[in-house]
Every structure is written in structure tokens, then in C-alpha cells.
């Protein structure tokens, strides 16, 4: 069963950085666009940000423009998200998912954001 698996986040300041990783078992490749996702507490799960394929495309919520980048090596099966001026908004747990028929979600990564 193809599984993905997000690590890096932690507690930051307001303003503070974190990056993000999502390592699929699979080729990242053929997964095809990939997202990230975030669910803050007593809400529903959000997307955050997608990458294409191949890297040239991105996409962000309104809420993340400006302060989110979303990247992706495929050749480490690995998708970023890179997280800059973070606000306490931005707390939640995120997930990482393709586009398409969404896989079975994974753990998530919790990231908290002081103030």
C-alpha cells in the first residue's frame, strides 16, 4: 500500500520558519500533483499548496501566498513545504496527499505557532 510520510514540524515563534517534508514509498513521480493539507482543531482539513508533476507548476491558498513555497525532488521522491513569517493561524496538523484519488493519509505533522 503506497504511504506517505510528513516530518518537520515543531513549535515555532510568530514570524519563525519551518520546513516541511513528505517522503512518499513510491515514485513521487508518478503520484502525479501533490498537495499539502492542514486541519486546525474543530476544522475541516484545508489545502494549503499543490506542485505539478514535474515541479512547474504551484498553486497556494490565499492564506499561505506570499509567505508558503511548495517544491518537490522527485528523484528523493520528496515534497517540500517551506514556511516563512509563520503566524498562529498556521497551527494545525499537516498532511501531504496527490490530487487525484487521494492515498490513505498518513500521521500528519503537528505545527504550532506561538505568539
Known amino acids: 500500500q503506497v504511504q506517505v510520510v510528513e516530518s518537520g514540524g515543531g513549535l515555532a515563534q510568530t514570524g519563525g520558519s519551518l520546513r516541511l517534508s513528505c517522503v512518499t514509498s513510491i515514485s513521487s513521480l508518478s503520484l502525479g500533483t501533490i498537495a499539502w493539507y492542514r486541519q486546525a482543531p474543530g476544522k475541516q482539513r484545508e489545502l494549503v499548496a499543490s506542485v505539478s508533476q514535474t515541479g512547474g507548476r504551484t498553486t497556494y491558498a490565499d492564506s499561505v501566498k506570499g509567505r508558503f513555497t511548495i517544491s518537490r525532488d522527485n528523484a528523493k521522491n520528496t515534497v517540500y513545504l517551506q514556511m516563512n513569517s509563520l503566524q498562529p493561524e498556521d497551527t494545525a496538523v499537516y498532511y501531504c496527499?496527490?490530487?487525484?484519488?487521494?492515498?490513505?493519509w498518513g500521521q500528519g505533522t503537528q505545527v504550532t505557532v506561538s505568539s
Open positions: 496527499n496527490r490530487i487525484s484519488t487521494p492515498l490513505r
